[in-house]
Nanobody, 117 residues
Framework: QVQLVDSGGGLVQAGGSLRLSCTVS????????VGWFRQAPGREREFVAA???????DYADSVKGRFTIFRDVMKNTAYLQMNRLKSEDTAVYYC???????????WGQGTQVTVSS
């Protein structure tokens, strides 16, 4: 059974930084893509960033240059480093895995990120 535990959210001032973590168990982590999505109140869930099994990365235009996705295969953990945070980044962030980017199968429980202006 695949399980994802995402963590690292919190309250931060605009311009600050946070690092989210997603620890995966139940499958061979290195063979899977990992993605981050977010959902703000009253809005649909939207793509933020992804990293393929071969470490190819992809980002939403709104976070390019500010967010970085990377992973530590030895720890079965993926990370989302978020810098220069803005109030519009406030949302619940979810990690997900799939065999390829775009074929997401399993989801974490979400972690709240709140950016105060």
């Amino acid at each position: 059974q695949v399980q994802l535990v995402d963590s690292g959210g919190g309250l931060v001032q605009a311009g600050g930084s946070l690092r989210l973590s997603c620890t995966v168990s139940g499958h061979t982590f290195s063979n899977y893509a990992v993605g981050w999505f977010r959902q703000a109140p009253g809005r649909e869930r939207e793509f933020v960033a992804a990293i393929s099994w071969s470490d190819i990365t992809d980002y939403a235009d709104s976070v390019k240059g500010r967010f970085t996705i990377f992973r530590d295969v030895m720890k079965n953990t993926a990370y989302l480093q978020m810098n220069r945070l803005k109030s519009e980044d406030t949302a619940v962030y979810y990690c997900t895995t799939g065999q390829r980017i775009g074929t997401w199968l399993n989801w974490g429980q979400g972690t709240q990120v709140t950016v105060s202006s």
